[in-house]
């Protein structure tokens, strides 16, 4: 009845500062009900299997030959990489260091960075073939499930439900990758802390609502390989960083507070969204051990597709 909810704010990506209650009540939410539509598709209880491959082709029909894996390189070329690494090296250590934490400046820390993108990006289709080879791992949901693509409210016991927006990006496709797509956006702190947990809570809703038993450590990678292609992508949106705030002006920015870079610019959160996503991925390659397993993952899948490992320079 009218007057038993009470509704939350409109709210923005990269501005959990700005929630309500706890982020853990936010984004469990979030994973939970990604993970029952999810599960809802593999148990055909949105539609038939026909009916939805219909309209959301399945990355599962794609042959393996089609996914544009090769010996060489299957990223962008190895001039652009560069030039775009390089920005991207000066952005973490030298322009904007103060909003990152002090060891993502050192020459260690950069090296590692470098040679892990530059890892990610000779193996581009490679690892998108990985994160959907397994159809237990591929299921129809929403693509971009943050807390400004849903509504919040509280009913009249004060419970936290919501009802999910923009549908654009919802997709037949590899369910670790997408995860990575929902929670990008949410404060590092609470990612490195709360990962294991959210991929268990998938886990648990996925199956519960009708999809097969998932592996964790099988969707922590394939959420780690969706961080590192976006980590690539992001290379290239150095330049868009300082049109939206002037190179010179990140001198005096010392956190990710400051209203230059926090606010929204143009009535737009990109530049927002940018510079947070660097500070998420940074802290975790830092964090994570995420070489050694990049190393071990990169012999499993030349083995799996019969291919020799690739050459890749770090300049």
């Known amino acids: 009845q009218d007057g038993d909810r009470a509704m939350d704010p409109a709210y923005d990506k990269m ?15 979030l994973t ?23 309209f959301f082709p399945s990355a599962a029909q ?43 400046a050192t020459p260690a820390f950069l090296q590692k960075y470098k040679r892990i993108l530059a890892v990610s ?13 397994n159809p237990d791992y591929i299921a129809w949901s929403h693509g971009n499930l943050n807390v400004d693509n849903v509504f919040f409210w509280r009913d009249a016991d004060k419970k936290l439900d919501l009802g999910v927006l ?31 947990d959210l991929l268990d809570c998938f886990i648990k809703e996925y199956e519960a609502s009708g999809g097969p038993k998932l592996d964790r450590a099988e969707l922590r990678w394939q959420f780690t390989l969706s961080a590192l292609q976006q980590g690539v992508g992001l290379l290239g949106a150095v330049p868009q960083i300082y049109k939206m705030c002037k190179k010179p002006e990140f001198a005096t920015i010392k956190d990710r507070l400051d ?57």
């Open 121 to 133: 990006n000779a193996y581009t289709a490679e690892m998108q073939w990985w994160c959907n080879r």
């Open 166 to 196: 923009d549908w654009g990006g919802a997709r037949t496709d590899s369910v670790g990758w997408k995860l990575w797509w929902w929670l990008y956006c949410c404060e590092y702190d609470f990612l490195n802390k709360n990962l294991d």
């Open 62 to 104: 794609r042959p393996k030959e089609q996914w544009g894996m090769r010996a060489e390189s299957s990223g962008i070329g190895e001039k652009e990489f560069n030039a775009k690494i390089k920005m991207g090296v000066d952005f973490v250590g030298t322009t904007g260091k103060a909003l990152f934490p002090a060891e993502c």
């Open 259 to 315: 209203p230059r870079i926090s606010q929204n610019i143009d009535g737009k959160n990109t530049l927002r969204i940018y510079i947070g996503t660097f500070i998420n991925i940074c802290n975790m390659i830092k964090d994570w051990d995420i070489e050694s397993q990049l190393d071990k993952w990169v012999k499993e899948v030349c083995s799996a597709i019969g291919i020799p490992e690739k050459k890749v320079v770090v300049e």
């Open 15 to 29: 501005k959990d500062w700005e929630l309500k209650g706890s982020q853990d009540e936010y984004y469990f939410l």
């Open 32 to 54: 939970t009900y990604g993970a029952r539509m999810a599960g809802m598709d593999k148990a055909e209880a949105l539609a038939s299997r026909a009916v939805m491959d219909s």
